[in-house]
């Protein structure tokens, strides 16, 4: 299972780290990612990263404002969010995989075997 927290409301140009704590250890092979849903929309990536290789991927959209990491003594992933904007508001989820995925299939929603609860970010204009 994995556990998200961190979420909350902010102002825009404020920051918010997500945290992302799965209940088992994780493999070298794992990729983990962040995923957001805003009310009405699909289920859109945000960012991912590759254990093994140690790369990162990001959307367009929130590229020079996020930054994933991994905290391996904690078994942590993180989403440190910058300049946050309304239209950023949204629930995010973190997902995970045992599997060393191609980059090309980050981005995909359905490649992650486990998801957590999601947390709520709201930023105001």
């Known amino acids: 299972q994995l556990q998200a927290s961190g979420g909350g409301l902010v102002q825009t140009g404020d920051s918010l780290t997500l945290s992302c704590a799965p209940s088992?250890?994780?493999?070298?092979?794992?990729?983990m990612g962040w995923f957001r849903q805003a009310p009405g929309k699909e289920r859109e990536f945000v960012a991912a990263t590759r254990f093994y290789y140690g790369n990162t991927l990001y959307a367009d959209s929130v590229k020079g404002r996020f930054t994933i990491s991994r905290d391996n003594a904690k078994n942590t992933l993180y989403l440190q969010m910058n300049n946050l904007k309304p239209e950023d508001t949204a629930v995010y989820y973190c997902?995970?995989?045992?599997?060393?995925?191609?980059?090309?299939?980050?981005?995909?929603?359905?490649?992650?075997?486990?998801w957590g609860q999601g947390t709520q970010v709201t930023v105001s204009s």
């Open positions: 088992t250890p994780t493999s070298r092979s794992s990729t």
């Open positions: 997902a995970l995989t045992r599997s060393t995925l191609i980059l090309s299939n980050m981005e995909n929603s359905g490649a992650y075997e486990f």
